[in-house]
C-alpha cells in the first residue's frame, strides 16, 4: 500500500500563490474602477468590431455581370457609395449571403453562396454565381432587371458550410451539382491563397455539356495548383465528348474512385434531388455525422412525398392568423407550401435568411394549430419543440393557425 501511494502520488505546487491572487481579485478591480474617468466612453471598439463583423443588413451595388453560361451570370458587388456600407464584411469560403430583394411589390429573401475569396472581401467586392431556373420566382426577375448599377440589400455572411481544420480531414470531397459549385471556388480560392494544408477534391454532376459552370476557370486552378484541387466532371446527358468525366450519376464506385472515403470529409451542396441521391450513397460507408457537411438547399419542393406528412390535406388552403407588433393579419396558406412563402404572398414581408430551417432567423411561436415539420431540416432546439416555436421556412401549414412572428430590423 504504501508502495501505491508513493507511485501514484502528486505534487501541486503554488497553490497558496493562486489563491493568494485570487483573494486579490475583487479588491484589486475595486481600485481600477475608483481610479477610472468619470467620462463617459465616445468609442466602443468591440461592438464596432462585432458590427463590421456581423452586419445585420450590406448595401451593395452591382459592378459587374459576366455571363458564366447560357444559363448562369455572375455578379460583382461592391459596397453602395451613398450608404453607410463602407467596408465588406469578412467571411469564411463557403458562407452564404441572404439577399432582400422586391418583386412586383413582394419583399422576398434568397441565400446565395459567396463565389469569391474571403481575401476578396478585403478588396472590396463578393460575387455571387446565380442560375437562372426554369420556373423560378427570384431569378427571372433577376435576368430582366438586375444591371451594372443597380442597387442590392443583402445580410452579412452566413452560415455553417465551411472547412474547419480541427474538425474536418485534410482531404475535402466537395459533391456538387449544378449552381452549388458556387462555394467550392470560393473554398479553393481560399485553400490557395491562404496556403492551408488542404485538398479539395470536386465531383461535380452536370445535365450539360455547355452549361457546366467554371468549366475553364476550375480547369486552370487544376493545373496551377495539383496540390490543392481536383475537378472531376460527371455527366447524365446522352452525348457526351469531354476527355476524362464520368457519365451518369454520382455514385458510391465513383466516390470510392476519387478519395480514400475513410480519410476524407464530404462537402454536399446542390439540388434536392441530388441530396437524396448522394445520401444513399454515403450511407453505405457508415460514416460518422461530423464527417459529412450539407449546405442548406432551401425550400423542398414536393415536401407531400416526405414521411409523415398528412396527404389528406395536401389540396386544401389554411388560414394563418399572423402577428408582429401591434400589427395583425389574415393569410391564406396552402399546405404544400412553407408557412413563410404564404407570408411572402401576402407582402407580410417575414424574416428570413437561410430558408432552411438551419439559422433560426425566423423563429416564431405557434400560439394555435398544426404545423408539419420538415424531417430533413428541424434545427429546433428542445426547448423550442416543448414551448412550440417552429421556423416557418420549414414549416407547413396542416391547420388554421395563429402565430407570433418575431420583429427585425
Not at 485534410?170 to 485553400?191: C, D, L, N, W, Y
Not at 458510391?252 to 476519387?258: L, Q, R, S
Request: overall charge neutral; proline content about 5%.
Amino acid at each position: 500500500m504504501t508502495e501505491d501511494k508513493e507511485k501514484f502520488s502528486i505534487t501541486v505546487k503554488s497553490n497558496t500563490k493562486d489563491l493568494y491572487n485570487f483573494m486579490k481579485l475583487v479588491p484589486n478591480r475595486k481600485k481600477r474602477i475608483e481610479k477610472a474617468s468619470n467620462e463617459p466612453i465616445k468609442s466602443d471598439s468591440i461592438n464596432d468590431l462585432a458590427r463590421a463583423l456581423h452586419p445585420e443588413r450590406q448595401y451593395l451595388i452591382i459592378k459587374e455581370i459576366k455571363d458564366e453560361t447560357k444559363s448562369a451570370k455572375t455578379f460583382k458587388l461592391l459596397p453602395d457609395p451613398e450608404s453607410n456600407t463602407k467596408r465588406l464584411a469578412y467571411f469564411r469560403a463557403g458562407q452564404y449571403l441572404s439577399l432582400k430583394v422586391t418583386v412586383n411589390g413582394v419583399e422576398v429573401t434568397r441565400p446565395y453562396s459567396i463565389a469569391s475569396s474571403p481575401n476578396d472581401s478585403q478588396k472590396g467586392f463578393y460575387e455571387i454565381t446565380i442560375r437562372k431556373e426554369e420556373h423560378g420566382f427570384l431569378t427571372n426577375y433577376i435576368w430582366d432587371n438586375w444591371k451594372v448599377g443597380t442597387k442590392v440589400v443583402s445580410s452579412g455572411p452566413e452560415g455553417f458550410f465551411y472547412s474547419e481544420p480541427l474538425r474536418d480531414t485534410k482531404h475535402i470531397v466537395g459533391i456538387a451539382g449544378g449552381s452549388g459549385i458556387t462555394p467550392f471556388r470560393s473554398m479553393v480560392k481560399s485553400f490557395i491563397e491562404k496556403k492551408i494544408d488542404a485538398k479539395l477534391t470536386i465531383l461535380y454532376g452536370s445535365s450539360e455539356e455547355d452549361d457546366i459552370i467554371y468549366y475553364n476557370e476550375f480547369k486552370q486552378l487544376e493545373k496551377e495548383h495539383p496540390d490543392k484541387l481536383e475537378i472531376v466532371h460527371i455527366l447524365s446527358c446522352d452525348e457526351v465528348s469531354l476527355e476524362g468525366c464520368e457519365t451518369g450519376f454520382i455514385t458510391a464506385e465513383i466516390i470510392e474512385k476519387y478519395c480514400d472515403v475513410k480519410n476524407s470529409t464530404f462537402f454536399i451542396c446542390g439540388p434536392q434531388v441530388m441530396y437524396d441521391l448522394i445520401e444513399k450513397e454515403l450511407t453505405s460507408f457508415k460514416l460518422p455525422g461530423k464527417r459529412i457537411r450539407r449546405e442548406a438547399f432551401g425550400e423542398i419542393k414536393d415536401i407531400v412525398n416526405y414521411p409523415g406528412f398528412p396527404k389528406e390535406v395536401a389540396e386544401k388552403t389554411f388560414k394563418i392568423i399572423a402577428h408582429v407588433g401591434d400589427i395583425k393579419e389574415e393569410i391564406p396558406a396552402k399546405a404544400t407550401e412553407s408557412v413563410l412563402v404564404a407570408m411572402e404572398r401576402a407582402n407580410f414581408a417575414p424574416p428570413s435568411k437561410c430558408r432552411s430551417g438551419e439559422c433560426g432567423f425566423c423563429r416564431s411561436l405557434l400560439i394555435s394549430g398544426k404545423v408539419y415539420v420538415s424531417p430533413v431540416s428541424d434545427w429546433r432546439r428542445k426547448a423550442d419543440k416543448k414551448f412550440n416555436y417552429f421556423h416557418p421556412c420549414y414549416s407547413y401549414p396542416i391547420s388554421d393557425l395563429e402565430i407570433i412572428i418575431p420583429r427585425h430590423l
